[in-house]
């Protein structure tokens, strides 16, 4: 209900708007937690690339078409939420949740100290040069800063982000920009936060003056979403035995054969709401940079277009090509290294992850359950079943038959929507071949000017239906957590780059495209453990919202909270479930009166 309900809610405010495109590299804020599995690709594919997790971070600015104030922004960038450890039990959005809340207080406080300027120029209390870039404005952009690494502790719970070695630990970033045939030289400031060139100006339409710093509206949305996520983690400082504190084993990811004690660090060991935090600021100053950068850009133009088809992915046969090699997808399927879990969250018992094999005590186990076909195993080779999924229909299919993708066209951009999480380089051969496509394309004159000229190609994964892994073959031949969960068999991703260059040359040549099958309609199958809400209520003396005593508001650890710490107060409050309020269920208003400024 909340989701159909936000949909509408953006539909209805619906506006004219203007779209600007940059990307970079941000190479510090996740690894690759299968290695092994990604060496196994061609020496030849690897040496096209620097590192063996997709550092690539692509961002859509979005701004008014009349005013060019920022209405949001949209980036891609592959690392797992998985900066949290297993043993959390609260709703988080992890380190993603951290980016996108950084970014949007940012925009915040940036607004607000806009306005703020604005009005002391019109007093004549500040000059217009000293308001401009270069004047006044770093300090603003600092203090905003600050706001955003309040945001990204706060969406962890954190009361305040440790900051040693003053503020500089968590700005620090390796992120360099990609360039481009329109603009060569990007110009970015050396200090974080400060904003280069004049981009507010430039969104601005041609003949309207535009604003000598940022501007923003109000309800600016940010949203960061996963690229090729697959192998990626998080917990960068790598994996070690919690019993030994020494490195796990590089094939196995164990300690002493047992995978539970193999552990991933994130930045900030062994805090890991700290951590999540961390990386959920390095992708708001990668984030940053790129919505500057944007708006030194031409806007996109060219076509707004799409396809989308739905797949039955348990027996496509696909045809050898210069991106593809040959061979037919299966029913799915969960291997043994499934078992065996990630350095980011370990699994049980005796599993382990490359194993081709697979425990002796669960192939019995799983013969006497549910053995899998003898086609089923070859077609599944070299993974050993331990969940032979496609066979179980109670209550329902326990794994999809169907997936849908899609491939969305704006101007030069083109993103390609996937359902599921592929791995690194998988994700690296879908977006060469989506690239080739439509350069061929552009070069050979059959797409609309701009439409297909220097693609930008980005990956947007966990789209639609869930389906769970996508490897290379290569990598699905070490059958690492990965490869063990790539559902359809070793062509898999070879199904899918077929099926996306189909697309793409149906929304080339302007052709529409249909889908011989139909996802099951599920809604009257569901099974919910959730009882309902029997009573909401508060004592006689009480009223919801009422606040019990006249307790000034304290941090966790009893002290006066700081301008941008978590303060902790407590009301009378519903059961949020109970109904569907259509806005926020908690509203804190404060005025601070030494700037003026009202929050809430």
């Not at 915040?108 to 019109?122: G, S, V, W």
């Not at 709401?273 to 030194?296: C, P, V």
């Not at 239906?465 to 070879?494: K, M």
Request: hydrophobic share 40%; glycine share 8%; net charge negative.
């Amino acid at each position: 209900m909340a989701a159909s309900q936000a949909i509408q809610a953006a539909h209805d405010s619906l506006r004219p708007a203007l779209l600007f495109l940059a990307s970079g590299d941000l190479t510090s804020a996740s690894v690759n937690r299968s290695p092994t599995a990604y060496l196994n690709n061609p020496e030849e594919e690897r040496s096209m690339y620097d590192t063996d997790v997709d550092t690539d971070m692509t961002l859509v600015r979005v701004a008014d078409a009349a005013s060019g104030a920022g209405r949001g922004a949209l980036g891609w960038f592959a690392v797992h939420c998985t900066s949290l450890n297993n043993t959390n039990r609260l709703v988080s959005g992890d380190n993603k949740a951290a980016a996108q809340l950084a970014i949007e207080w940012w925009a915040a406080e940036a607004e607000l100290r806009a306005l703020n300027l604005l009005a002391e120029m019109a007093n004549g209390t500040t000059a217009a040069a000293d308001a401009a870039a270069g004047g006044d404005m770093p300090n603003a952009a600092e203090v905003s800063m600050i706001a955003a690494a309040a945001a990204s502790s706060a969406a962890l719970g954190l009361e305040e982000l440790k900051m040693t070695e003053g503020a500089n630990e968590p700005y620090k970033t390796m992120f360099h920009l990609h360039t481009t045939r329109e603009r060569k030289r990007m110009v970015l400031a050396s200090e974080p936060g400060f904003h280069g060139g004049d981009p507010a100006q430039q969104a601005a339409p041609e003949g309207q003056a535009g604003s000598q710093f940022l501007r923003f509206e109000p309800g600016f949305v940010a949203a960061m979403a996963q690229a090729s996520v697959g192998d990626t983690s998080p917990n960068t400082q790598g994996a070690f035995c919690l019993d030994t504190g020494l490195p796990c084993d590089r094939a196995s990811s164990t300690c002493n054969g047992r995978n539970e004690l193999c552990h991933g660090r994130g930045p900030a060991w062994p805090d890991d709401r700290t951590s999540a935090a961390i990386i959920g600021l390095q992708q708001f100053l990668g984030a940053l940079r790129l919505y500057d950068t944007a708006g030194t850009q031409p806007p996109l133009s060219g076509r707004l277009d799409f396809r989308s088809v739905y797949l039955d992915m348990t027996n496509i046969s696909v045809s050898a090509s210069e991106w593809t090699r040959p061979g037919r997808t299966c029913p799915p399927a969960m291997g043994m290294s499934f078992a065996a879990g990630t350095t980011d969250g370990p699994g049980a018992f005796d599993f382990t992850q490359g194993d081709t094999r697979g425990p002796p005590l669960w192939r019995i186990v799983r013969n006497l359950v549910l053995p899998p076909s003898r086609e089923q195993q070859a077609c599944q080779a070299p993974k050993p079943i331990l969940l032979d999924t496609g066979q179980i229909t109670v209550p329902y299919l326990w794994q999809p038959r169907i997936t849908q993708i899609s491939l969305l066209r704006l101007g030069r951009l083109v993103i390609a929507c996937v359902p599921g999480e592929f791995s690194t380089m998988a994700g690296r051969r879908l977006k060469r071949a989506l690239k080739a496509r439509f350069t061929m394309a552009a070069n050979t004159g059959n797409s609309v000017p701009n439409d297909s000229d220097d693609p930008v190609i980005v990956l947007s994964g966990l789209t639609g239906t869930y389906s769970s892994y996508i490897t290379t073959w290569e990598e699905y031949q070490v059958q690492r957590y990965e490869g063990a969960s790539t559902l359809y068999g070793p062509h898999t991703l070879d199904a899918y780059i077929q099926e996306f260059l189909r697309l793409a040359d149906a929304m080339i040549a302007g052709r529409p495209v249909t889908s011989d099958v139909q996802p099951p309609d599920l809604e009257l199958h569901q099974i919910s453990l959730l009882a309902p809400v029997v009573l909401d209520w508060v004592p006689p003396t009480a009223s919801f919202g009422m606040l019990p005593n006249s307790r000034s508001p304290t941090t966790a650890t009893g002290r006066q909270p700081g301008p941008y710490s978590a303060p902790h107060h407590y009301a009378q409050g519903g059961k949020p479930r109970d109904r569907n309020r259509g806005r926020a269920h908690v509203a804190v208003g404060a005025t601070e009166a030494a700037t003026k400024r009202g929050r809430h």
